[in-house]
C-alpha cells in the first residue's frame, strides 16, 4: 500500500522525462545524481549564484571575470579540416574588441548562434591573453530585442558527467510550472513566529535566489522547507514505531544467566563502564513485555560486538535464536571470526550465512535447516538473512550492524522472522547527542563512550601533499621495520570511475617507488571476490600495503595495520577522516594516521583538520562537524549514521528538528494514527525521501 496523494500533487511524482529537454539518456543521469521525479528536481537546492549584472567596457574589463556585453559579429575564424586549433569569432563594440573562443564547435552551432554582422549579448568569464579579452564558450548568447533570455542573477547547482547547467536550468523551470499551492501543514504558530513563506513561494524563492543571503540556511524560504523536510522525518518515525509495535508486541527473555555469566568470566580483560551499562539497559528491555527497539552506538572500538553477543546469549538463554545481520560479506566473516573467539571457551558456536554462492551449497542447506528447526541458536549473515526461504524457529533478537546501509523495512522485515522480535542496531559513527533522540526518535539508545583500558590513541599529524617523496620514502621504511599500511585515495569530484582511476595511478606508483613492498588494491568498482582476495593478502601479511578508496571506511579490521596515510585530507568530511583513521590503532603497536592536504586550505579544511590532530574522542568530534560543516553539506553523507535530507541542514537547522518533533507528536493521536491522514500523506510523499519509511507509515 503506498501513501495516498492528494491530486493536485500528482504532477510532482511524474516521471522527469515529462520535463523540457529530458529525454531517456538525460533522465538516466538525472537518476543517478538527483533522483527519478519531478519533486526530486525541486529539491535540487543551489549552491551559489552568478551575478551577470556586471556591463564593464572591453577595455576595462577585469581578468577572470564574469561579465556581459552587447557585441557587433565581425568575421569568424574558422580552423582548417583536421587541426585542433579553436574556432575563433572576433567581436566588437564601441569599448574594444573581444574574440570569442570555440573548440571541437559544430560549423552549425557557431554560425547560426554568431551570425556575421549582426549584434549579440554574450555572457561569460573573460580572460586577458596579451591585454586582449577572450570569452571561451560563452555562457548565453541572445538577441538584443530578447534580452530578457538572459538571466541576470543565475543559480549555481551541483552537477554531475553529463548534466550541464543550462539542461538542469531548463528542467527544474518546466518542473516549478508543476508546483501546486497544497493548503497549509506547518502550525500556524511557527509560520507566525518564523514569518516564512507559503511552500509554493519558498520553492519558488529558493530557485530564483536575488543574493548570496538568500543561499544561506537561515533564509526564510530555505529554513521553511528544511521544516517540512524534518517535519515529515519525525512524522514517519512515529508512524513506523507505532506500526513496528502494534504488529508485533513484545515479549519477556528472561535468561538464566549461565552464559551471559560465562562469557563475562572467560574475558581477558574488564568491560568498561559504559559497556557494563549499555548491558544492562539492553537486559531489562529484553526481560520487559515491551518489544525492544534501541540503538547501540559507540566509537571505533569501543566495545559493541561484545556488548550485542551478551544479548545474544541473554536471548538462547530464554530458549530463543539471536541473528546479527551485517551489511558486507567481509563485515560479517569479520563479525563471525569475532562472536566465535569470544564463544570458544563456553563450547559454542555461530554459523555463517551468506548469499548464494558464496557458501557451499549443502553447508548453506544444513544452516537453514538449523534455523529453522532451532538446532542453530546463533547466526551472523549478509542480506541473505532477510530472504523469504530464511525462516527461523524462535527468533528473540535480531542485531543490524552498520543500520545505516539498511533502510528501515529491512530492519521491520528482520523482526518479523519471529514473534516480538528486539532489535538492536548499531553504528560505529558516534551521533552528536543534540541530534540522536530526535533524529532516530523511533529508537532508544545506549552509548559507548569509553574505550577499553590500553587502548592507545592515534598519533594524527597534517603534511602538505608537496612533501609527498619524503611520506612514500618513511613508508617504506616503517614498512620494513615490520609495519602494515593502508594508503587512502582521495575523493575526485562526482565520480566513482575518477575515484578509481586515482586508486589505481597510486597503486601503481607506490608499486615503482617501492619496489620490495607487496601492494594490494581495494575499491568499490572490484569484483567482491577480487576485492575480498586483496583485503585478505592485507589481513594475512602478504601484502604490506593496501591502497584503496573509501570503501575500507567500514568492516576492515587488521589489528596487525598501525599506519594509514590519507590523500587529499581536506575532501573529506570530519565523520568519515574519523571512520578512516578508526582503520589503524586496534592493535598492540603505536599507531599512526598522516592527512595529506593540498595548499590552500580554506578555513574550514583548516579547522577540521586541526580537530582531527586534537582528538581520538568520536563523540567530540561528531559535535564539531556539525558546528565546522558548511551550508548543504551533509554530515559526512552515507557514512555518517545520519539521516540524509536534501533541504535540511542538520547543523544549521538542528533547532527546528526539535519544534518538528513536537508538531510530529500534535499531528498523531494516542494510538499513534495521524489526525489528518491525507495531510500526513502529503507531507510524507513531499518530503520523506525513503520509500520504505513511506510504506510503512501509510499502513
Known amino acids: 500500500m503506498h501513501p495516498r496523494r492528494p491530486t493536485e500533487i500528482f504532477g ?59 557585441i557587433l559579429v565581425i568575421k569568424h575564424d574558422k580552423p582548417p579540416p583536421g587541426t585542433r586549433r579553436p574556432w575563433r569569432v572576433i567581436c566588437e563594440n564601441e569599448t574594444g574588441q573581444i574574440d570569442l573562443i570555440f573548440f571541437h564547435a559544430r560549423d552549425d552551432y557557431v554560425s547560426r548562434m554568431l551570425p556575421a ?25 541572445v538577441r538584443p530585442d530578447a534580452p530578457e533570455e538572459m538571466p541576470q542573477i543565475e543559480p549555481v547547482y551541483p552537477l ?29 504558530a511557527v509560520m507566525e513566529q518564523k514569518n516564512w513563506p507559503d511552500f509554493a513561494t519558498a520553492m519558488d ?52 544467566g549461565a552464559l551471559t555469566m ?4 572467560a574475558l581477558p580483560f574488564r568491560l568498561t563502564g559504559a559497556q557494563k551499562r549499555a548491558i544492562t539497559e539492553i537486559a531489562k528491555d529484553q526481560t520487559s513485555e515491551s518489544r525492544m527497539l534501541r540503538m547501540l552506538q559507540g566509537d571505533v572500538g569501543s566495545g559493541k560486538t561484545l556488548v550485542a553477543l551478551h544479548a545474544m546469549l541473554h536471548a538462547v538463554e530464554s530458549g530463543a535464536q539471536a541473528s546479527l545481520l551485517a551489511p558486507t560479506e567481509v563485515l560479517a566473516r569479520q563479525h563471525h571470526a569475532t562472536i566465535n573467539a569470544f564463544l570458544a571457551p563456553l563450547g559454542m558456536e555461530a554459523r ?38 530464511v525462516s527461523f524457529a524462535n527468533l528473540g533478537l535480531a542485531v543490524v550492524d552498520e543500520q545505516h546501509r539498511f533502510g528501515v523495512r529491512q530492519r521491520i522485515l528482520l523482526g518479523q522472522k519471529g514473534e516480538g522480535v528486539d532489535v538492536i542496531v548499531m553504528t560505529a559513527t558516534p551521533i552528536p547527542r543534540s541530534l540522536s533522540m530526535t533524529a532516530y526518535g523511533d529508537l532508544d539508545h545506549s552509548r559507548l563512550d569509553e574505550k577499553p583500558a590500553g587502548r ?40 566513482e570511475k575518477l575515484d578509481v582511476a586515482a586508486a589505481e595511478d597510486r597503486a601503481a606508483t607506490l608499486a615503482r617507488a617501492l619496489p620490495d613492498v607487496k601492494v594490494a588494491l581495494a575499491h568499490g568498482k572490484m569484483k567482491s571476490a577480487d576485492r575480498d582476495a586483496a583485503m585478505n593478502q592485507f589481513r594475512d601479511g602478504t601484502a604490506q600495503l593496501l591502497v584503496a578508496t573509501t570503501v575500507v571506511e567500514v568492516g576492515v579490521d587488521v589489528p596487525e595495520a598501525s599506519v594509514i596515510i590519507i590523500e587529499h585530507a581536506e575532501r573529506f568530511g570530519l565523520a568519515q577522516l574519523h571512520q578512516l583513521r578508526g582503520r589503524v590503532g586496534r592493535g598492540h603497536d603505536a599507531s599512526s594516521c598522516l592527512l595529506l592536504f593540498a595548499p590552500p586550505l580554506s ?91 513511506r510504506f510503512l507509515a501509510s499502513g
Not at 550541464?164 to 502550525?187: F, H
Not at 524563492?205 to 519525525?234: C, F, I, T
Not at 538446532?375 to 549478509?382: E, K, M, S, Y
Open 12 to 70: 510532482l511524482f511524474a516521471a522527469t522525462t515529462v520535463l523540457p529537454g529530458v529525454g531517456p539518456k538525460l533522465a538516466a543521469t538525472l537518476e543517478k545524481r538527483i533522483g527519478t521525479h519531478v519533486i526530486d528536481v525541486l529539491r535540487h537546492l543551489p549552491v551559489g549564484l552568478i551575478d551577470r549584472r556586471a556591463r564593464p567596457g572591453l577595455d576595462d574589463v577585469a581578468d577572470g571575470s564574469i561579465a556581459t556585453f552587447e
Open 117 to 141: 554582422g549582426e549584434r549579440r549579448i554574450v555572457s561569460g568569464r573573460v580572460e586577458l591573453r596579451q591585454g586582449r579579452p577572450q570569452m571561451a564558450h560563452p555562457d548565453h548568447i
Open 160 to 188: 554531475t558527467a553529463g548534466l550541464s547547467p543550462k539542461a538542469l536550468r531548463r528542467a527544474i523551470e518546466g518542473a516549478m510550472q508543476r508546483i501546486p499551492r497544497p493548503r497549509e501543514w506547518i502550525a500556524p
Open 205 to 256: 524563492k529558493v530557485h530564483h535566489p536575488e543574493n548570496a543571503e538568500d543561499l544561506l540556511p537561515a533564509a526564510p524560504a530555505r529554513a521553511r522547507l528544511a521544516y517540512d523536510e524534518l517535519l515529515a522525518n519525525q512524522l514517519a518515525l512515529m508512524l513506523v514505531r507505532r506500526a513496528a509495535s502494534d504488529s508485533m508486541p513484545g515479549r519477556s527473555f528472561n535468561g538464566t
Open 262 to 265: 560465562a562469557l563475562v568470566k
Open 352 to 389: 555463517l550465512l551468506l548469499g548464494q554462492g558464496r557458501s557451499g551449497s549443502a553447508e548453506r542447506r544444513a544452516i537453514m535447516d538449523g534455523l529453522a528447526n532451532g538446532d542453530v541458536q546463533l547466526v551472523v549473515g549478509t542480506h541473505a538473512l532477510l530472504s523469504e526461504s
Open 456 to 495: 592507545l590513541p592515534i598519533d594524527t599529524r597534517t603534511l602538505p601533499l608537496d612533501r609527498l617523496g619524503d611520506v612514500v620514502a618513511r613508508l617504506g621504511s616503517a614498512i620494513a621495520a615490520g609495519r602494515r599500511a593502508y594508503w587512502i585515495c582521495p575523493l575526485v569530484e562526482e565520480s
Open 603 to 693: 578555513d574550514l579544511a583548516t579547522q577540521r583538520l586541526d580537530v582531527m590532530r586534537e582528538t581520538n574522542d568520536g563523540f567530540v568530534i561528531a559535535e564539531r562537524d556539525l558546528e565546522l560543516r558548511g551550508p548543504g553539506e551533509f554530515l559526512g553523507q552515507r557514512q555518517s549514521g545520519m539521516p540524509e535530507f536534501a533541504l535540511a541542514d542538520l547543523g544549521a537547522h538542528r533547532d527546528l528538528l526539535a519544534i518538528a518533533r513536537d508538531q510530529a507528536a500534535n499531528m498523531v493521536d494516542r494510538d499513534g494514527a495521524p489526525h489528518d491522514r491525507e495531510m500526513a500523506d502529503l507531507l510524507l510523499s513531499l518530503f520523506e525521501r525513503d520509500s520504505a519509511v
